[in-house]
C-alpha cells in the first residue's frame, strides 16, 4: 500500500521466513472479511509473535512522539475504528512517530504506527480514520500471512525447478530458476499485493463509517495524496504493488457515493 513502511516490512518477511512459521492450518480457506478463498500456510500465532519483535525494534529505532495531545488522538481515532472492525481480541496498540514522512503501516496482531508527517497532512479525524481503516483492513483481510506464503511458496518452488531443471540444463538450471521466479513475482505475487491494497480501501471505508466516520474522508484524503505525489516519478502499475491511482479513486467514488 502507499502508506508502507517496507523497510520493516522485509524485514519482518526474512524473519519469518527464517522461523518456525508453520502450524496445522488449512492451506485454502474462506476468509470471512472479503468473502473470498486464501493461500495461507502460516498461523497468526508465529506472524503475532514475530510482528511485536520487530514492532519493539520500531520503537527502539524510530522516535516516537512526545505530543502527547497527538498520542491520545491517535488512539482515540484508532480504538473507536478497531472496536467497529470487530477485531475486538487484538492487543491493538496505535503510535505516532516522530516523523515528518506521509506514512503509516500495521503490523499482524494489531500494532499501527502513524507518522507525524502523515498526522499533520490529515485535515481531520475523519481522513485519519480512513486510514485507520484501511490499516485494519489488512488485518482482518489476513494480508499479511497470505502474502508471507505466496513467498514461501515462491521460494520452495523456484528451489524445486532448480534442481529439477539442472538435471536438463546444467550450468543454466540458475538462471532458469531465476528467470521463473521473477515472472512468479510479477504474475502471482504484485498482482495480489494490488488487491490486497483495494480490499484494504473497501474494509477499511466500511468500518470508518460504522465508527460514524463519512466515507467522503476516504476519498478526499486519497485525492490529495495522488495530488501530492503526481510530481514524483512513478513506477508502472503493472510492476507497481499498489493500484493506479485512477483505479483506486474510481473505487473509492463507488464506496463513498
Given at each position: 500500500?502507499?502508506?508502507?513502511?517496507?523497510?520493516?516490512?522485509?524485514?519482518?518477511?526474512?524473519?519469518?521466513?527464517?522461523?518456525?512459521?508453520?502450524?496445522?492450518?488449512?492451506?485454502?480457506?474462506?476468509?470471512?472479511?472479503?468473502?473470498?478463498?486464501?493461500?495461507?500456510?502460516?498461523?497468526?500465532?508465529?506472524?503475532?509473535?514475530?510482528?511485536?519483535?520487530?514492532?519493539?525494534?520500531?520503537?527502539?529505532?524510530?522516535?516516537?512522539?512526545?505530543?502527547?495531545?497527538?498520542?491520545?488522538?491517535?488512539?482515540?481515532?484508532?480504538?473507536?475504528?478497531?472496536?467497529?472492525?470487530?477485531?475486538?481480541?487484538?492487543?491493538?496498540?496505535?503510535?505516532?512517530?516522530?516523523?515528518?514522512?506521509?506514512?503509516?503501516?500495521?503490523?499482524?496482531?494489531?500494532k499501527v504506527g502513524?507518522?507525524?508527517?502523515?498526522?499533520?497532512?490529515?485535515?481531520?479525524?475523519?481522513?485519519?480514520?480512513?486510514?485507520?481503516?484501511?490499516?485494519?483492513?489488512?488485518?482482518?483481510?489476513?494480508?499479511?500471512?497470505?502474502?508471507?506464503?505466496?513467498?514461501?511458496?515462491?521460494?520452495?518452488?523456484?528451489?524445486?525447478?532448480?534442481?529439477?531443471?539442472?538435471?536438463?540444463?546444467?550450468?543454466?538450471?540458475?538462471?532458469?530458476?531465476?528467470?521463473?521466479?521473477?515472472?512468479?513475482?510479477?504474475?502471482?505475487?504484485?498482482?495480489?499485493?494490488?488487491?490486497?491494497?483495494?480490499?484494504?480501501?473497501?474494509?477499511?471505508?466500511?468500518?470508518?463509517?460504522?465508527?460514524?466516520?463519512?466515507?467522503?474522508?476516504?476519498?478526499?484524503?486519497?485525492?490529495r495524496m495522488i495530488?501530492?505525489?503526481?510530481?514524483?516519478?512513478?513506477?508502472?502499475?503493472?510492476?507497481?504493488?499498489?493500484?493506479?491511482?485512477?483505479?483506486?479513486?474510481?473505487?473509492?467514488?463507488?464506496?463513498?457515493?
Open positions: 500500500m502507499p502508506l508502507q513502511l517496507i523497510r520493516d516490512r522485509r524485514t519482518l518477511i526474512k524473519a519469518l521466513a527464517a522461523g518456525a512459521l508453520f502450524a496445522p492450518v488449512a492451506a485454502c480457506s474462506e476468509n470471512p472479511a472479503t468473502g473470498r478463498r486464501q493461500f495461507v500456510i502460516v498461523s497468526d500465532e508465529a506472524l503475532a509473535g514475530m510482528a511485536a519483535q520487530t514492532w519493539a525494534e520500531i520503537q527502539r529505532s524510530t522516535p516516537v512522539s512526545d505530543d502527547a495531545a497527538l498520542q491520545a488522538r491517535l488512539r482515540r481515532v484508532g480504538a473507536r475504528v478497531a472496536e467497529r472492525s470487530g477485531l475486538t481480541g487484538l492487543d491493538w496498540e496505535f503510535v505516532a512517530f516522530d516523523s515528518a514522512d506521509i506514512n503509516a503501516f500495521v503490523l499482524p496482531g494489531g502513524f507518522f507525524r508527517g502523515l498526522i499533520d497532512f490529515a485535515q481531520d479525524d475523519g481522513e485519519i480514520a480512513a486510514v485507520m481503516g484501511h490499516e485494519i483492513g489488512h488485518v482482518a483481510a489476513r494480508h499479511a500471512a497470505e502474502r508471507v506464503s505466496q513467498q514461501l511458496a515462491v521460494q520452495a518452488g523456484v528451489q524445486a525447478a532448480a534442481m529439477a531443471l539442472s538435471e536438463n540444463l546444467g550450468e543454466f538450471a540458475d538462471d532458469a530458476a531465476a528467470a521463473l521466479g521473477a515472472g512468479l513475482t510479477y504474475g502471482v505475487i504484485l498482482p495480489y499485493s494490488r488487491r490486497h491494497e483495494l480490499e484494504a480501501d473497501r474494509l477499511g471505508v466500511g468500518y470508518m463509517e460504522a465508527a460514524s466516520y463519512a466515507p467522503v474522508h476516504a476519498l478526499a484524503f486519497w485525492r495530488a501530492d505525489s503526481e510530481a514524483r516519478a512513478q513506477p508502472l502499475a503493472w510492476l507497481s504493488t499498489h493500484p493506479a491511482p485512477d483505479d483506486r479513486l474510481e473505487a473509492l467514488e463507488a464506496l463513498a457515493g
